[in-house]
């Protein structure tokens, strides 16, 4: 073992003072959060859509002005996004769906997505 690494003990608090930290940033987060509409034209809006997603704001996606290939695509590299932040996505419509980063803002938002 080198004396560099963390015991079990130092291992559990660090995690817990990262806990705290994540509560505090997604309550703040939650807080600040907007719903944004953004109708994608190709792939590369798929970073715009990311972009919001990364400052915690929910997203509503029509994918109206592009491809079912296309489509395809953009949500297979959202999916990633999302589940690196621990967000999910609901279908919408058969051409929408609804991003968010924090489970909770789906009840935040619950009024202007039905």
Not at 43 to 71: G, Q
Not at 92 to 112: G, M, Q, V, W
């Amino acid at each position: 073992m080198s004396k560099n690494s963390l015991n079990q003990q130092q291992t559990i608090e660090l995690n817990r003072l990262l806990l705290m930290k994540s509560s505090r940033m997604e309550k703040k987060a939650y807080r600040r959060a907007e719903l944004v509409r953004i109708n994608p034209k190709s792939f590369r809006d798929a970073k715009h859509i990311a972009k919001e997603l990364r400052n915690y704001n929910a997203v509503i996606v029509d994918f109206e002005k592009v491809t079912d290939k296309e489509t395809i695509r953009i949500m297979d590299f959202l999916s990633g996004v999302l589940y690196a932040m621990g967000g999910k996505h609901r279908r919408l419509s058969d051409r929408s769906f609804f991003l968010t980063p924090i489970p909770d803002l789906t009840e935040k938002f619950s009024s202007n997505i039905e």
